[in-house]
T-cell receptor, first 118, second 115 residues
Framework: DVKVTQSSRYLVKRTGEKVFLECVQD?????MFWYRQDPGLGLRLIYF???????EKGDIPEGYSVSREKKERFSLILESASTNQTSMYLC?????????????????FGEGSRLTVL | AQKVTQAQTEISVVEKEDVTLDCVYE???????LFWYKQPPSGELVFLIR??????QNEISGRYSWNFQKSTSSFNFTITASQVVDSAVYFC????????????FGGGTRLMVKP
């Protein structure tokens, strides 16, 4: 079974702290994603990576950065946490998209990290 | 720009009732992919289905069925004879052909099935 593991289910941080959210996948997926989930807004893409050391901005990258030093690991960094970054953060991974490969395009998600910034 | 709208934020039904979750999408691409995901209380989103824009055939999987209509830009999801275990948040999502695996999600519909 594909497994996407997020390091912390619940975190409480103070405004201005640096926060690291770690995500590891064990299926040798090329693509990895960080989403933020807020009530009524669904999931919004923060950053994604299609290869080691490669990253692309999603819809809401401001206030975040990412790191992908190894294929299986994708980290989300909040350089200086703010209260409006209180949210559920979801990591996902998938194979490289190939339309003819039979790949469903399915994203495999971790269980989420609920971050509260005080 | 692509957009997915799930107008129903919350639905409550009694067990064994049928329920339909609506999904309306917007895209300028002629080739795109539509998805449904389920998020149970544990938090982990689970893939349910993918549909290609060039395949309008409806699909049935057990108690689940999906109605894809390009004419109305809708991809609705019906659960027949709902069960308490169906209680979850359901997300509809869209991916355009050149966007790879980048999905745009709707706001989600929380389904509560009461015994």
């Amino acid at each position: 079974d594909v497994k996407v593991t997020q390091s912390s289910r619940y975190l409480v941080k103070r405004t201005g702290e640096k926060v690291f959210l770690e995500c590891v996948q064990d299926m040798d997926h090329e693509n990895m994603f960080w989403y933020r989930q807020d009530p009524g807004l669904g999931l919004r893409l923060i950053y994604f990576s299609y290869d080691v050391k490669m990253k692309e901005k999603g819809d809401i990258p401001e206030g975040y950065s990412v790191s992908r030093e190894k294929k299986e690991r994708f980290s989300l960094i909040l350089e200086s946490a703010s209260t409006n970054q209180t949210s559920m953060y979801l990591c996902a991974s998938s194979f490289e998209w190939e339309r003819t490969s039979g790949n469903t395009g399915e994203l495999f998600f971790g269980e989420g990290s609920r971050l509260t910034v005080l | 720009a692509q957009k997915v709208t799930q107008a129903q934020t919350e639905i409550s039904v009694v067990e064994k009732e049928d329920v339909t979750l609506d999904c309306v999408y917007e895209t300028r691409d002629t080739t795109y992919y539509l998805f449904w995901y389920k998020q149970p209380p544990s938090g982990e989103l689970v893939f349910l289905i993918r549909r290609n824009s060039f395949d309008e055939q409806n699909e049935i999987s057990g108690r689940y069925s999906w109605n894809f209509q390009k004419s109305t830009s809708s991809f609705n999801f019906t659960i027949t004879a709902s069960q308490v275990v169906d209680s979850a948040v359901y997300f509809c999502a869209l991916s355009e052909e050149n966007a790879g695996n980048m999905l745009t999600f709707g706001g989600g519909t929380r389904l509560m099935v009461k015994p």
